[in-house]
């Protein structure tokens, strides 16, 4: 995966026109293809988070929804209650969740493993019932993070049809594609190598004179950076952040894509990402061509993510697309 | 007052203890935390409530739920999790890809649960009382099905700690979740051992789902949390321990109690959180975990 060495202004040169690409292509479909691309993007971001957390550093979240909740929180509130312009207030969110994020990951860099797992989990539990607590976070009914139509100069590059969600399509794509251009620069950096060395075997790396732990503390303060600000985005997508809004089933979903991605694969999360948001539309179209009831309707998107979430574990555990390129090694091999 | 809240306490703290146990067992057997285990407990509690609207008795139901529960964590090791360990050895996958399984299996579970019975909420209920014992004018929010909870839980412990003491299974399980490669060369048979343990682990959930759901109702999920309670016991307990695992849930449970009488209802599960944080802090192993500290 890190063998193109491509220098950090190459990569953001070839960003920039996946950027300008994909934001042309948004003149030409329809509005909920637009709504879903922006989904797409924002799972981008939610996924490499935890890529980079358990693929390159070797940890493992079962709360990253908690911590999306935290950037949702933050970026509404400094919108609605301090009235920031909109990208601050993302930007707000992502810092706030970095906070936690740093205090989280230092208490995370001692545990290990399942140990880890169970206090993510009770965070991702336990987390959103603060907003019952606090007046200021709006309790059950949330905080409003309506951004309202794009401004004019966007809507004078997009054309006359300027919705609403074409807006949000292109802040979600130009956010991810910022995000991945830092982590794959990062991830190439002196940091992404001590995290890697750090996860294939601990005891060499400090030999090595890698600040163990200190990486582990880092790795989770990315991570986390990213989660919040795909919480933010996800807030923004939504218009309102709830109590509801960021359940457990979404830190499991996170790193369910994660793993269709293959964990240790940035790309990859764009797999991951587009399989997560399309499951739900395949799966209801299925249930409806099956002429289903209640039940299945309720019922196959589940049982189609559980599904692949297994066989891709089973029997692709290095991900979606690394394992193909392994394969046709060992056949070479053979030959 | 402060009699009734320990007292209630105890009655759910039974239940973690019951949850984290059945977490400890495939933890010990199998290095595995099994996320499925909820989704294993409520699918046995399936099966009674259909027992139960067929025979009319929940006397009946509760030990056939009790032994599909254990016939369905035996299915889930042989099945699914010697498959896993056969097929995902290495990479950055191999430590998350049993979480992720199971999580899996938890998503199948609960979506076939669905689709055979639907998500709407069902009543389970048992012969006992829901109703609290009154001692002359004062009625305690302690029902006879909290008592039945507490004495079901506390035998479930009871006949494991007596198995696993002073039995030649007992020890089998024990030395095969110390040193398996050793226990294997001693002539036990680990993989048989390991499956025993998978279905202790599921007929003590099992009895979870079937003792609590009474008292609420019964849906795909509503076990969920209980897991997470489960786990969090568990997790304070130290993995490894059995008897952390009763005291880790004892502990949860009594302290959710008063947390829910004295403070508000909402907040349990962030002081759930918060407990668990003070004792991995000081202890990173759980209370009754080894003292293996990291290597770096």
Redesign the interface.
Known sequence: MLKHRLTPLQRAGILALIGIALLTASRFIGELRDYQGAQVAVYVIAISSITLL???S?Q?S?GHGAVMAIGGYGAALSFSLWHFPFVIALLFGTFVGTVAGFVLGV?AA??????L???T???A???P??A??FKVLGGEQGLSFDIGDAPPWARKLGGSEFTQYKWFFWIAVIAALITLWAITNLLHSNYGRNWRA??NN??A??LAGIN?ARGKILAFTVSSALASLAGALFGLLLGIVTPTAFP?SLS?AI??GA?LA???NLAGSIVGAVVLVTIPEVSGALATHLGGS???T???P??V???L??LV???M??GLRIRRFKGMKKLRRNT | MFIDTLLIGISSGAIYSLMALALVLV?RSTRV?NFAQSGQAVLSTYIGYEITSKTHNYWISLPLAIICGALIGSLVDLLFMS??SK??KS???????P???T??????I???I??IW??AFLQYPSPLSGKGFTFGSHTVPFSPQNLFIVLASATVLAIFGVVFRFTNLGLALRASSFAPEIAQLAGIRVSRVRNIGWSFAGAAGAVAGAVITPTSTLSPNSL??LF?SG??A??IGG?DSLVGAVVGGLVLGIGFSFILQYI?S????????II??IV??VR???IFGKRVG???
Do not use: C
Request: glycine share 12%; proline share 3%.
């Open positions: 358990t693929g390159y070797g493992i079962l208490a001692r545990l290990s493993g399942p140990y797992a169970g206090t989990l009770a965070l539990v336990g987390l019932t603060i019952d607590q750090a996860r601990a005891v790396a400090s163990v457990l499991f790193v369910t793993v293959g964990v240790s209640q039940k299945v309720a019922n196959l589940g049982l993510t559980s599904l979430l297994i574990v089973l029997f555990p290095h | 933890w935390v498959l896993l097929r995902v990479g950055p996958i191999a430590e998350i890809a979480v992720i399984a999580l899996g299996l938890l998503g199948l609960q979506s076939v669905g689709l639907g998500n969920d949390l997470v786990f969090i568990a997790v993995l508000s909402s907040v349990t599960f962030l002081a759930g959180f668990l944080m991995l802090l990173p192993r759980g990291r290597n770096a």
